[in-house]
């Protein structure tokens, strides 16, 4: 299976910050790969498909890059609503297979 | 409303099998592909299976988890036969737009259900 590897697992930022997380592949999966924000108790909800797509209705202070390897989800300006975990996930291959996580804390 | 909701979720003692349910309203069911996702406590999400818009072409992350659909109900199922331990979790359904671009489809999960718990212990 592909392996998916976030970093960091963990992160406190200020309101207005910028903040970036980064998703590695194991494997080559061109621009397959989505982004997911979750708050507790709730379901994992879209922000981000084929690397740098933007779900509709999400803000557009989200933004996603990269293909291959290496991919990014940026919050260009953070905003209080934005804690919670963010996780990405692999479409490329089957299992899909999802990172293990970051954990956004707003200050 | 477009909404999903899940259900079957249960206490079930190892070894034994499950089958949980998903209803779609509010969209046509029969456009889309269709996903199972289980999250188990205080871990991450982790996919399970997925199942085209008419079937019969299903995917799934071990042989025990048999996903099927009956688009004249609108709903999707899950069988799980030999249940673990670690099989416990919250059982999400989500929707796949199925993205078409540039000769690709992309996976986006854009609608999920509130899930349902199935617990497994003795």
């Not at chain 1, 970036?20 to 498909?49: E, N």
């Not at chain 2, 259900?7 to 209803?23: D, E, F, K, T, Y």
């Not at chain 2, 871990?43 to 072409?57: F, M, Q, S």
Request: one cysteine or more; proline letters at 5%.
């Amino acid at each position: 299976a592909i392996q998916m590897t976030q970093s960091p697992s963990s992160l406190s930022a200020s309101v207005g910050d910028r903040v970036t997380i980064t998703c590695r592949a194991s494997q080559h999966i061109g621009s397959d790969l989505g982004w997911y924000q979750q708050k507790p108790g709730k379901p994992p909800k879209l922000l981000i498909f084929a690397a740098s797509t933007l779900q509709s209705g999400v803000p557009s202070r989200f933004s996603g890059a990269g293909s291959g390897t290496v991919f990014t989800l940026t919050i260009s300006s953070l905003q209080p609503e934005d804690f919670g975990t963010y996780y990405c996930l692999q479409d490329y291959g089957y299992p899909r297979t999802f990172g293990q996580g970051t954990r956004v804390e707003v200050k | 409303e477009v909404q999903l909701v899940e259900s079957g979720g249960a206490l079930v003692q190892p070894g034994r099998a499950l089958r949980l349910s998903c209803v779609g309203s509010g969209f046509t069911f029969a456009d889309y592909w269709m996903t199972w996702i289980r999250q188990a406590p205080g871990r991450g999400p982790e996919w399970v299976a997925n199942i085209e818009e008419n079937g019969p072409k299903t995917y799934s992350v071990e042989g025990r988890f048999i996903m099927s659909r009956d688009n004249a109900k609108n709903s999707v199922y899950l069988q799980i036969n030999s249940l673990r331990a670690d099989d416990t979790a919250v059982y999400y359904c989500a929707r796949d737009i199925n993205y078409h671009a540039s000769g690709r489809w992309y996976d986006a999960f854009d609608v999920w259900g509130r899930g349902t718990m199935v617990t497994v212990s003795s």
